[in-house]
């Protein structure tokens, strides 16, 4: 079906959505999460499907991962909609108002964005989470999932809008858009039909829409996360945290890629490191410093500091100070997700405010950069750009605001 055929029919049940109660949409987050669970069956048997032929084509086991449904992982689906359906609705909230001299009550009020296209790789739990946050802030999904994924996505889809129909509410709030590059051109070039454009995959799926988008588009980044060990830090807290960072998921957008040790420790605390990541399955990949420290580890090489493995490798360099390492992440970043491990309050201080990123960690994992984590119930994606929304995208950043003003017959002077 064309992207032109499906649009009217979603702007129809976004105007429903705009004006229905909170209480109808959570039930229907609730029925769409019961759907879920009814049909996981069918939905594990389409994905098995896919699954098979992603192995057949030779894709990477980081991408089988990102593309496997199980039974808990379904469920985690279900928990995520059901948990959507406990938080406020963000709709309606006023985000600040006043009175102006002349009497003029002016208030600012999140309503939603309307149509929202999500273009998106693999992954078909995002088909589960970004229809349920669209439509518990009012907004209708055209959802255009890979072609990895589409027998999944269709099974998850069709488990949606019966659920969706048994609540009341129009199963056109949920589309499934498929077809092939076609199909991605035409929800890019369908302005004023869709309203805005999410992307969410690799940097090349990115980087495509929004350069070719004539939709506004909410941009989405890859993750090239970085960790600085600084020369005060807790080595047994560091440890802990960079392998739960890097080896918890290693095929996700917030997984660790790159380790910064800082020179002063780096000969006592890196062969401990390799120690505990080998154990772990994990090759390190290092610069000549590292390297000259622990013959274990890989020489990197000139592209590795760059880009996300998204498996069991980390690349690894020894810098001299804070400095060195603010200005390797500075240079690398895509402004995803940063993390300092540190005792030091003044190292603590410059890295959160000299560190441009969605998120900044102290002492902490950055596998906790996630919408569920947030207390978001699930996400849309992770927003590396600045404008309107920036970090897990949950709720709040699904809707926009318009002025509402109300008076009592003044007129303009």
């Not at 949606?160 to 035409?186: F, I, K, M, W, Y």
């Not at 950069?369 to 920036?390: C, M, P, W, Y």
Request: proline share 3%; glycine share 8%.
């Amino acid at each position: 079906m064309q992207v032109t055929e499906i649009t009217p029919r979603a702007r129809a049940a976004a105007r429903i959505l705009a004006g229905s109660a909170r209480q109808l949409k959570d039930a229907a987050l609730v029925s769409m999460a019961q759907a879920l669970l009814a049909n996981t069956d069918a939905v594990l048997g389409a994905n098995r499907l896919d699954v098979e032929r992603a192995r057949q084509s030779g894709t990477p086991e980081a991408m089988i991962d990102r593309l496997s449904l199980s039974a808990e992982r379904i469920a985690g689906m279900a928990k995520g909609l059901r948990d959507l359906a406990a938080l406020a609705d963000p709709v309606g909230q006023v985000v600040r108002g006043w009175d102006l001299p002349n009497g003029v009550h002016v208030d600012q009020r999140r309503v939603p964005f309307g149509v929202v296209g999500i273009i998106y790789e693999a992954r078909p739990n995002v088909t589960a989470d970004a229809a349920g946050i669209c439509l518990k802030s009012g907004n209708a999904t055209l959802l255009r999932g890979s072609s990895s994924a589409l027998e999944s996505n269709r099974a998850v889809v069709t488990a949606l809008r019966c659920g969706l129909e048994d609540a009341g509410l129009p199963s056109d709030a949920v589309n499934l858009v498929e077809g092939g590059h076609e199909t991605t051109q035409q929800m890019m070039a369908a302005r004023g039909q869709i309203d805005v454009l999410i992307p969410r995959g690799g940097a090349g799926l990115i980087r495509t829409v929004v350069e070719d988008s004539q939709v506004p588009v909410i941009e989405t980044g890859t993750g090239n996360c970085h960790l600085f060990v600084d020369a005060s830090a807790d080595r047994a807290l560091a440890l802990r945290v960079i392998l739960n960072a890097k080896t918890q998921r290693p095929s996700v957008c917030n997984a660790l890629e790159t380790l910064l040790v800082h020179r002063q420790i780096a000969a006592s605390f890196l062969p401990a490191a390799v120690d505990a990541l080998r154990e772990a399955g994990v090759t390190v990949h290092g610069d000549e410093a590292s390297v000259a420290m622990d013959e274990r580890i890989v020489p990197a090489g000139e592209h590795e500091y760059e880009a996300e493995y998204l498996s069991l490798d980390l690349a690894c360099r020894v810098v001299d100070d804070l400095d060195a390492a603010v200005a390797h992440i500075r240079r690398y970043s895509t402004g995803h997700s940063e993390t300092i491990i540190t005792n030091d309050l003044a190292s603590q201080r410059r890295f959160t405010s000299e560190v441009d990123a969605a998120a900044v960690l102290v002492n902490t994992s950055s596998r906790f950069v996630d919408g569920g984590e947030f207390g978001f119930g699930a996400e849309i994606g992770i927003s590396t750009q600045k404008l309107h929304a920036r970090g897990p995208m949950g709720l709040t950043e699904m809707t926009t605001t318009k002025y509402v003003l109300t008076g009592e017959g003044q007129v303009r002077a």
